[in-house]
C-alpha cells in the first residue's frame, strides 16, 4: 500500500505541473518573446523522434575486495504531446565483485558477475519550454537477472526475474535544437529484486539525447 500512496503522489505531482505549465503558456501567448525563447520552445515539439542515452558507473578498491558496477539505458521515444514522449527504454548492468588474493580478512565475503536486462515503458514529461528542462519520467517493465556467485569455494548459478517499476526527475539542457545533455537521479518504487542489480544501484546517471523533428 505505501507503494501505491508514493506512486499516486508522484502522478498527482507531475500532473499538477503540467498543468501550471500548460496555464503559463496560455497567459504567455499574447506576450512578446524574444529568439531564444522561439528557438528553444520549437524544440521537442508533437510528432517528434527523441533518442536518448544515460550511463553510471562505480568503482571501489577496499582492503579485501574489489567491486565494479556499469548500467546503460537506451531510450527511444515519441512526443505525443508538447514535452511529453512515450517510448521504450532497455537497461543493461553488471555488478562484479572480486576477492583480492592474500588480503587479510576475518570472514569469507561471497565473489559474483550479475547481469541485469530490464526493458520498459517509459514516459517523460519536461517541464518548461526553456533550453534548461526538468523533467518527470515514469517507467515500468520486468526485469531478468542472471549470473554467478561464488563462497568459499561453492560456485552457484543464480537467476531471478521480477516486475519493476521507477521514476526520475532530472534536467535537459538543449546545445542547439536536435542535441541536449541530461543529468538524472532514477529510483526503483518495488525494489523486489533478489540480487544485486546494478541498473538500481547506480541511481545518479549522465546522458545525451537527440531530438529527430
Keep these: 500500500m505505501k507503494q501505491i500512496r508514493d506512486i499516486l503522489i508522484i502522478w498527482l505531482f507531475a500532473l499538477a505541473s503540467i498543468r501550471h505549465t500548460h496555464a503559463q503558456e496560455n497567459s504567455a501567448l499574447s506576450e512578446p518573446t524574444n529568439s531564444s525563447d522561439k528557438t528553444s520552445s520549437a524544440i521537442l515539439k508533437k510528432g517528434s523522434i527523441v533518442?536518448?542515452?544515460?550511463?553510471?558507473a562505480s568503482a571501489a578498491n577496499e582492503i579485501q575486495q574489489l567491486t565494479r558496477t556499469w548500467s546503460l539505458s537506451p531510450q527511444i521515444g515519441y512526443l505525443i504531446a508538447d514535452r511529453l514522449v512515450v517510448g521504450l527504454q532497455f537497461s543493461m548492468g553488471k555488478r562484479y565483485q572480486r576477492n583480492k588474493l592474500g588480503a587479510p580478512g576475518t570472514y569469507v565475503l561471497p565473489e559474483y558477475q550479475l547481469y541485469s536486462a530490464l526493458p520498459e515503458i517509459y514516459s517523460r514529461y519536461y517541464l518548461l519550454r526553456f533550453k534548461l528542462k526538468p523533467f518527470l519520467q515514469l517507467s515500468s517493465g520486468y526485469n531478468f537477472q542472471w549470473g554467478k556467485e561464488d563462497t568459499d569455494g561453492m560456485h552457484t548459478t543464480v537467476n531471478s526475474q521480477n516486475f519493476a517499476l521507477s521514476g526520475a526527475f532530472g534536467?535537459?539542457?538543449r546545445l542547439s535544437r536536435s542535441i541536449g545533455l541530461e543529468?538524472?537521479?532514477?529510483?526503483?518504487?518495488?525494489?523486489?529484486?533478489?540480487l544485486t542489480d546494478g541498473n538500481e544501484l547506480l541511481k545518479y546517471r549522465l546522458g545525451v539525447s537527440i531530438c529527430i523533428n
Excluded: G, P
Design 51 to 56: 533518442a536518448t542515452l544515460n550511463a553510471s
Design 171 to 173: 534536467l535537459n539542457l
Design 183 to 194: 543529468a538524472l537521479f532514477n529510483t526503483r518504487f518495488d525494489n523486489n529484486s533478489k
